[in-house]
């Protein structure tokens, strides 16, 4: 029966901490931005923008499907110079994501911050119209588990090591079973009551009190810790 025990703690343990670690393990992920097919008239251009709060990466793919040679300009640029581009003046663009000439483009592209930023397919130099359809997503880092499951797998590790420790040693009918029950549960929860339950029973004569005290004592340290420690974490990505 000890054996039984103290093999469901082991697994709840492993479990537990396979929780905790899940969410805070970021895989690649994306978003989709924009997704559309449009007609970009000869002699004039399309545009789509976006302001981009935090640095990303930008995935831009585009495919003229009609239209004379079916090839556009691609221009990227702030809004100061599509301003100034749709009333006839100079203007400058980004030159890493434009392209001229093309029919189709797959890039990816990392735009700068808090700016709006015009994507401007140009048709000016042709009278045939164009057909594109284009397609722009974001890539971005994002956890397998939401952060809850870290807390929940701090109780479960918890749950676990007491399950562990009961294995090792079974409560016999003289030891203070009900002390020891919740100072196990409240170690479970991290609360500072286990800590002071559990001091309690390690200083009594009973050998059950004695182990069982102790553990509740070490267990309700390391879930406070990492209570803490995951609230620190979480904060720290909300910021």
Known sequence: MKSIYFAIGLILAIVGVVLIVIPHVPVSGSSLLFDDSFVVPGGMHYYYYATFYSP???HISFDVTEGGDRSVD?????ETNYQRMSEGQAYEYYTAPSRHSISKTDIKWVPPTNKKIYFVWDNSLSFDSRLVSATFSYEHDQ?????????????????????????IHPLTPSSSRIHIILGYIFAILGGVIGIILGMGLAREENEDDKFHGKSIVVISLLAISLYVLDTLVFMRVLG
């Open 56 to 58: 990303t990466t930008i």
């Open 74 to 78: 691609f221009l990227v640029m702030d």
């Open 143 to 167: 956890a397998l588990l939401p952060p809850l499951a870290s807390t929940f797998g701090i109780a479960v590790l918890s749950g676990g090591l007491a399950t562990v420790s009961y294995g």
